[in-house]
Nanobody, 129 residues
Framework: QVQLVESGGEMVQPGESLRLSCAAS????????IAWFRQAPGKEREGVSC????????YYLDSARGRFSISGDNAKNTVYLQMNNLSPEDTAVYYC??????????????????????WGRGTLVIVSA
């Protein structure tokens, strides 16, 4: 059974850091693109970052660039999102998603378009003083 499970979300103060995990089961990540999306209350789901696990290439949306870092551990079949210098605007439910990677589309496409077949249930991040 194909499954994605996010973890690591919690309540932190502005300026602090968190590392989210996305553990995959039922398939291996090597030929997939893994994306992190988030959805804040009352807002649409938006892309944060994504990576092609096979070659390690990554892409970041403007909200994440310079503060967040995506990485993968093939041995653990897990992708991480390291989030630094968090602000209240980062408060959201964070989801990971997976699809087979088609290089023709480019990572920017995968990061911006939530047209994925596999989704996790999300993990809640709250940034508040």
């Amino acid at each position: 059974q194909v499954q994605l499970v996010e973890s690591g979300g919690e309540m932190v103060q502005p300026g602090e850091s968190l590392r989210l995990s996305c553990a995959a089961s039922g398939f291996t990540l090597n030929s997939y693109v893994i994306a992190w999306f988030r959805q804040a209350p009352g807002k649409e789901r938006e892309g944060v970052s994504c990576m092609s696990v096979g070659d390690g290439s990554s892409y970041y949306l403007d909200s994440a660039r310079g503060r967040f870092s995506i990485s993968g551990d093939n041995a653990k079949n897990t992708v991480y999102l390291q989030m630094n210098n968090l602000s209240p605007e980062d408060t959201a439910v964070y989801y990971c998603a997976a699809d087979p990677f088609v290089p023709d589309y480019g990572l920017e496409y995968y990061c911006k378009n939530p047209q994925y077949t596999q989704w996790g249930r999300g993990t809640l991040v709250i940034v508040s003083a």
